[in-house]
T-cell receptor, first 110, second 114 residues
Framework: EDQVTQSPEALRLQEGESSSLNCSYT??????LFWYRQDPGKGPEFLFT???AGEEKEKERLKATLTKKESFLHITAPKPEDSATYLC???????????FGRGTSLIVHP | NAGVTQTPKFQVLKTGQSMTLQCAQD?????MYWYRQDPGMGLRLIYY???????DKGEVPNGYNVSRLNKREFSLRLESAAPSQTSVYFC?????????????FGPGTRLTVT
């Protein structure tokens, strides 16, 4: 059974304090790992797709990396507007169904 | 380009009432999904439609039915609502095929069953 575990469940940072969110997974034949951002009261919004170990993608203050067992979402010098819940999902080969983690709630204090 | 739209945004039902949640996407995506999101439980898949004309059960299908009306529209019906169905419901779509693509989500429907 595919499993996705995100840690920590919650993270509080001061503005400018860099940190990382973790997504560890067990899946038979990874075909894609996805990161989403979800603001309160809204639907998840796509951030990144990673397809193979060693791949990295960046967007503004966010950088996602992938190994064979986990993915990290690095947040560099975060701002209060980066506060949100970050969701990770994996998709196995041959499946139309992604498996989601429960998310990390990030709060960045000014 | 509206993306994924959902109606209604909010709904309050009494136990035993029925309702249909509507979802439409304008991205010409093949696959569509219905999720529910509850505190501490994350996103749980209710039903999905891999392509027009097909539907399949997800993790928590009991008490729900779906209809893939056409390529654009995918509705979720609660025949006899129960308090346990109080949740936030999200519709999503993706252009699934030989490559695995991200999902695009609607804004959600917040349902309360009393």
């Amino acid at each position: 059974e595919d499993q996705v575990t995100q840690s920590p469940e919650a993270l509080r940072l001061q503005e400018g304090e860099s940190s990382s969110l973790n997504c560890s997974y067990t899946v038979s034949g990874l075909r894609g790992l996805f990161w989403y951002r979800q603001d309160p009261g809204k639907g998840p919004e796509f951030l990144f797709t990673l397809y193979s170990a060693g791949e990295e993608k960046e967007k503004e203050r966010l950088k996602a990396t992938l190994t064979k067992k986990e993915s990290f979402l690095h947040i560099t010098a975060p701002k209060p507007e980066d506060s949100a819940t970050y969701l990770c999902a994996v998709q196995a080969g041959g499946s139309y169904i992604p498996t989601f983690g429960r998310g990390t709630s990030l709060i960045v204090h000014p | 380009n509206a993306g994924v739209t959902q109606t209604p945004k909010f709904q309050v039902l009494k136990t035993g009432q029925s309702m249909t949640l509507q979802c439409a996407q304008d991205m010409n995506h093949n696959s569509m999904y219905w999720y529910r999101q509850d505190p501490g439980m994350g996103l749980r898949l209710i039903y999905y439609s891999a392509s027009e004309g097909t539907t399949d059960k997800g993790e928590v299908p009991n008490g729900y039915n779906v209809s893939r009306l056409n390529k654009r529209e995918f509705s979720l019906r609660l025949e006899s609502a129960a308090p346990s169905q109080t949740s936030v419901y999200f519709c999503a779509s993706t252009d699934a095929g030989t490559t695995y693509y991200e999902q695009y989500f609607g804004p959600g429907t917040r349902l309360t069953v009393t």
